[in-house]
């Protein structure tokens, strides 16, 4: 082969290739062929992180989210974080290989034709000693070792194994994080990247880890499409002109939660309808509705009505695990006790009798206190009452039930699985942590109105209510 001196190679490059002789035409191939290698190698040496990324990779908080907008740069630095805890070559944590790790992604595809490729282009070919494409494994010869997961793969697959770092790219079912959260061993700790654009809304990330935040433990990061100076400047004016307006540009652009359309109480708006506690004045009608469980707490609201007919909340009762329903009752009876009970309304399916004792929920209710008449469960019909309180400013919250309004903020349409075309709605809401929601639907659906005269004190004996016609429950 022959030997270029640095001389004839400043020749050679200004001279058009059909000049030079054969033997000069393959030495050039092989020096660019090794300049590439060469700079394929180094290319992580040469990673530059971001201005606005910064602060992720040098925080030391055990869960790290990098929550970012489209081509933000987040799969980059998440990728480049990963690969640091794999060599030891963290810049800003005190890192030893070998460690074991995880890289869990939404299915195996995005594995293959995103991840992989872009680990390549950063990971020298040198360190590699190994890779199974059939179980998705890679191996260092440093002795670190990682695997690709699939958030669509079984909870099961998640458990039996201490992992020195899991890196999420794309958020991944809950089940599958609080089962990766229990992976630390005992002579290791385990830290967690998350990176993700939010795009399925204010869901259980939002209130596990976003609301959550606390500085070395849990720590979330913005990552804007715009700050992605590596992206040309046509392409960021091109993605923010084709999300403006839409109903997620504020997490396609700037990774920010956001309230689907699949929110039910879209009118629902803490400034208008929640308030600070203040003393029920005694003529005001006090009505209940429960949702008695078997097997999780039971629930129950209390609301009061105005002479203006408005619905004032001001008690929820959740019971506790495994709490026996007479004192679930007791808790009831102590919130009702003095007031002017106009309705107590249960839901229906608590009216099933038991086939040993033959009697219902109801039944062991009212035996303790707390007597009951079926509520209206018309879901939709509930709803469209809920919906017509909230637009016309007649529903309050009060600011100490905290519980029903997470549950108002979380409450959404089902929708079938799948993305993009292939995501199809479902003509019901989620049944997940709704049940003060539904005690809510029950409240809203009596139609109840201010009537002075046709209410009774309720007592801190049993009291049976006395028998009325309603046009909506036929009691």
């Given at each position: 082969?022959?030997a270029?001196?640095?001389?004839?190679?400043a020749?050679?490059?200004g001279?058009?290739?059909?000049?030079?002789?054969?033997?000069?035409v393959l030495?050039?191939y092989?020096?660019?062929?090794?300049?590439?290698?060469g700079q394929?190698?180094?290319r992580?040496?040469?990673?530059?992180?971001?201005?606005h990324?910064?602060?992720?990779?040098q925080?030391r908080?055990?869960?790290r989210m990098?929550i970012?907008?489209?081509?933000?740069?987040?799969?980059t630095?998440?990728l480049?974080?990963?690969?640091?805890?794999?060599?030891?070559?963290h810049?800003?944590?005190?890192i030893?290989?070998?460690n074991q790790?995880?890289?869990?992604?939404?299915d195996?595809?995005?594995?293959?034709?995103?991840?992989?490729?872009?680990m390549?282009?950063?990971?020298?070919?040198?360190?590699i000693?190994?890779f199974n494409?059939?179980e998705m494994?890679?191996e260092?010869?440093?002795?670190?070792?990682f695997?690709?997961?699939?958030s669509e793969?079984d909870v099961?697959?998640f458990?039996?194994?201490?992992?020195?770092?899991?890196?999420?790219d794309?958020?991944?079912?809950?089940e599958?994080?609080?089962?990766?959260?229990?992976?630390?061993?005992?002579?290791?700790?385990?830290?967690?990247?998350?990176?993700m654009?939010p795009?399925?809304?204010?869901?259980w990330?939002y209130?596990?880890?976003?609301?959550?935040?606390q500085?070395?433990e849990?720590e979330?990061?913005?990552?804007?499409?715009?700050?992605?100076?590596?992206?040309?400047?046509?392409?960021?004016?091109?993605?923010?002109?084709?999300?403006?307006?839409?109903?997620d540009e504020?997490?396609?652009?700037?990774g920010e939660?956001?309230?689907?359309?699949g929110?039910i109480?879209k009118?629902?708006?803490?400034?208008?309808?929640?308030?600070?506690?203040?003393?029920?004045?005694a003529?005001w009608p006090?009505?209940?509705a429960?949702?008695?469980?078997p097997?999780?707490?039971?629930?129950?609201?209390?609301?009061?009505?105005?002479?203006?007919?408005f619905?004032?909340i001001?008690h929820?009762?959740?019971?506790?695990?495994d709490?026996?329903?007479?004192?679930?009752?007791?808790?009831i009876r102590?919130?009702?006790?003095?007031?002017r009970v106009f309705?107590?309304l249960?839901?229906?399916?608590?009216?099933?009798?038991?086939?040993?004792?033959?009697?219902s929920?109801?039944?062991?209710?009212?035996q303790?206190?707390?007597?009951?008449?079926?509520?209206?469960?018309?879901v939709?019909?509930g709803?469209?009452?809920?919906?017509k309180?909230?637009r016309?400013?007649?529903?309050?919250?009060?600011?100490?039930?905290?519980?029903?309004?997470?549950?108002?903020?979380?409450?959404q349409?089902?929708?079938?699985?799948?993305r993009g075309?292939?995501?199809d709605?479902?003509?019901?809401p989620?049944k997940?942590?709704d049940?003060?929601?539904?005690?809510?639907?029950y409240?809203?659906?009596?139609?109840?109105?201010?009537?002075?005269?046709?209410?009774?004190?309720?007592?801190?004996?049993?009291v049976?209510?006395?028998?009325?016609?309603?046009p909506?429950?036929?009691?």
């Amino acid at each position: 082969m022959l030997a270029l001196s640095d001389l004839d190679w400043a020749r050679l490059k200004g001279t058009p290739w059909q000049q030079l002789q054969d033997a000069e035409v393959l030495e050039l191939y092989r020096l660019t062929k090794a300049l590439d290698e060469g700079q394929r190698e180094r290319r992580m040496d040469r990673y530059r992180e971001l201005p606005h990324l910064t602060p992720f990779h040098q925080s030391r908080a055990r869960i790290r989210m990098l929550i970012g907008g489209n081509r933000s740069g987040k799969t980059t630095a998440g990728l480049m974080e990963f690969l640091r805890y794999m060599l030891g070559t963290h810049p800003y944590r005190p890192i030893s290989p070998p460690n074991q790790g995880w890289i869990v992604i939404p299915d195996l595809d995005v594995a293959r034709d995103v991840i992989l490729p872009m680990m390549m282009q950063y990971l020298p070919s040198s360190e590699i000693l190994r890779f199974n494409r059939l179980e998705m494994t890679l191996e260092l010869r440093c002795g670190s070792s990682f695997k690709f997961k699939s958030s669509e793969s079984d909870v099961s697959k998640f458990q039996s194994a201490e992992r020195r770092i899991i890196w999420f790219d794309e958020e991944p079912r809950r089940e599958i994080w609080e089962e990766c959260l229990m992976r630390t061993g005992a002579d290791q700790p385990l830290d967690i990247v998350l990176t993700m654009t939010p795009l399925q809304g204010m869901d259980w990330s939002y209130d596990d880890i976003y609301l959550k935040q606390q500085p070395g433990e849990i720590e979330v990061f913005p990552a804007h499409t715009i700050n992605n100076v590596h992206l040309p400047l046509a392409e960021r004016e091109r993605l923010a002109l084709k999300f403006k307006g839409s109903e997620d540009e504020a997490a396609r652009l700037r990774g920010e939660y956001f309230s689907r359309s699949g929110v039910i109480y879209k009118d629902f708006n803490k400034l208008r309808h929640v308030v600070d506690p203040f003393p029920i004045p005694a003529s005001w009608p006090v009505i209940a509705a429960v949702d008695p469980h078997p097997r999780k707490p039971s629930v129950c609201l209390v609301g009061a009505l105005s002479p203006e007919n408005f619905l004032y909340i001001t008690h929820e009762v959740i019971g506790g695990e495994d709490m026996l329903l007479k004192d679930f009752a007791e808790m009831i009876r102590k919130i009702l006790v003095g007031k002017r009970v106009f309705r107590r309304l249960i839901d229906p399916s608590a009216l099933a009798k038991d086939m040993r004792s033959g009697k219902s929920i109801r039944d062991e209710l009212a035996q303790h206190g707390v007597p009951t008449q079926p509520a209206i469960n018309d879901v939709f019909f509930g709803i469209e009452e809920v919906r017509k309180r909230l637009r016309g400013g007649q529903l309050m919250v009060f600011r100490t039930c905290s519980r029903l309004l997470w549950e108002i903020e979380h409450y959404q349409w089902d929708e079938y699985r799948g993305r993009g075309k292939r995501r199809d709605v479902k003509e019901e809401p989620k049944k997940i942590d709704d049940d003060l929601c539904d005690c809510l639907r029950y409240l809203c659906a009596s139609k109840i109105e201010f009537e002075p005269e046709t209410y009774d004190i309720a007592l801190p004996t049993p009291v049976h209510e006395p028998v009325r016609t309603d046009p909506y429950t036929g009691f």
